[in-house]
């Protein structure tokens, strides 16, 4: 069960970046994958799920608008543009993924509906 995020890194306020998350092993078959980041003193949450079987998407209240979750099933790889970042967005962001979980569109989501999980990526968001 490997997953792999990549593309976080520093990035202005306003800007944007693309986070990748690339599944193999079991993983490959997932049914969802989401988002997650947890800053520094909080508890991790959840920013967007979608639905292998139908791309059905979900998305925190606090990033819709700005953030789209995307799929590649060839890849299988789910991609997460963040636009108009802003400072509270920082954060470190996990993919995590389940084989039998479907999000709801209207959530929620909860970290324990998955159960495989990448190492996490840095965002960082300052001038």
């Known amino acids: 069960e490997v997953l792999v995020e990549s593309g976080g890194g520093l990035v202005q306020p306003g800007g944007s970046l693309r986070l990748s998350c690339a599944a193999s092993?079991?993983?490959?078959?997932?049914?969802?994958i989401g988002w997650f980041r947890q800053a520094p003193g909080k508890e991790r949450e959840a920013v967007s799920c979608?639905?292998?079987?139908?791309?059905?998407?979900y998305y925190a209240d606090s990033v819709k608008g700005r953030f789209t979750i995307s799929k590649d099933n060839a890849k299988n790889t789910v991609y997460l543009q963040m636009n108009e970042l802003k400072p509270e967005d920082a954060a470190v962001y996990y993919c995590?993924?389940?084989?039998?979980?479907?999000?709801?569109?209207?959530?929620?989501?909860?970290?324990?509906?998955?159960?495989?999980w990448g190492r996490g990526i840095n965002v960082s968001v300052s001038s």
């Open positions: 995590a993924a389940d084989t039998m979980y479907y999000c709801e569109p209207y959530g929620p989501i909860r970290n324990a509906d998955f159960r495989s």
């Open positions: 979608i639905n292998r079987s139908d791309g059905s998407t």
């Open positions: 092993g079991s993983t490959m078959y997932y049914h969802a």
